[in-house]
């Protein structure tokens, strides 16, 4: 079965420091992978996507996402955060077409990222 | 504009009385899908529908009913709410369930 753990509920990072949200995923199939970030009173916004064409996935507003089978990891990291950056973060994952979870997206339980002037 | 429109955004009612929370997309995607988000359990999938008049449950769907008579509606039913129901609802779409999802703005709902 599908299951998707983010591992800190909440991070705290200064401004202009680098940021990490940890990912890990399982599935029995190869999976699709997605970060979606959603602000304060607003829906989610995908940040970037993993389909198996590559395994460094860049998205949006310069995160970045490595895809590691070995470690079934999809962690989500950014070289300098902003202040625009503070927002909660989830990890999705979705079984592939024909697969018995066909349809079925799992959330992580989400990561508040806080940024420090 | 590209967009999921879900109505209403607020909403109070009482135990038992039956409500729909409508939910459109004006992009022609054929996948669409309904979650609730709690604090501390992110965002769980209710239903989903992959195309007209084919729908399926996710991983928390008591409680819920959703049809898809036609492409760009697929509204969320709650046919006699409880207050374990109180929750953020959210309405998706995309080209198809691996596509990056298009997200309504959000229903915010409290059932007394």
């Known amino acids: 079965a599908q299951s998707v753990t983010q591992l800190d509920s909440h991070v705290s990072v200064s401004e202009g420091t680098p940021v990490l949200l940890r990912c890990n995923y399982s599935s029995s199939y190869s999976p699709s992978l997605f970060w979606y970030v959603q602000h304060p009173n607003k829906g989610l916004q995908l940040l970037l996507k993993?389909?198996?064409?590559?395994?460094l996935v860049k998205g949006i507003n310069g995160f970045e996402a490595e895809f590691k089978k070995s470690e079934t990891s999809f962690h989500l990291t950014k070289p300098s955060a902003h202040m625009s950056d503070a927002a909660e973060y989830f990890c999705?994952?979705?079984?592939?077409?024909?697969?018995?979870?066909?349809?079925?997206?799992?959330f992580g339980q989400g990561t508040t990222l806080q940024v420090k002037p | 504009e590209a967009q999921v429109t879900q109505n209403p955004r607020y909403l109070i009612t009482v135990t038992g009385k039956k409500l729909t929370v409508t939910c459109s997309q004006n992009m022609n995607h054929e996948y669409m899908s309904w979650y609730r988000q709690d604090p501390g359990l992110g965002l769980r999938q209710i239903y989903y529908?992959?195309?007209?008049?084919?729908?399926d449950k996710g991983d928390v769907p008591e409680g819920y009913k959703v049809s898809r008579k036609e492409k760009r509606n697929f509204p969320l039913i709650l046919e006699s709410p409880s207050p374990n129901q109180t929750s953020l609802y959210f309405c998706?779409?995309?080209?198809?369930?691996?596509?990056?999802?298009?997200f309504g703005n959000g229903t915010r709902l409290t059932v007394t």
């Open positions: 998706a779409s995309s080209r198809g369930h691996n596509s990056p999802l298009h």
């Open positions: 999705v994952v979705s079984d592939p077409l024909g697969s018995s979870n066909t349809g079925k997206l799992i």
């Open positions: 993993y389909t198996s064409a590559a395994t």
């Open positions: 529908s992959m195309n007209v008049e084919v729908t």
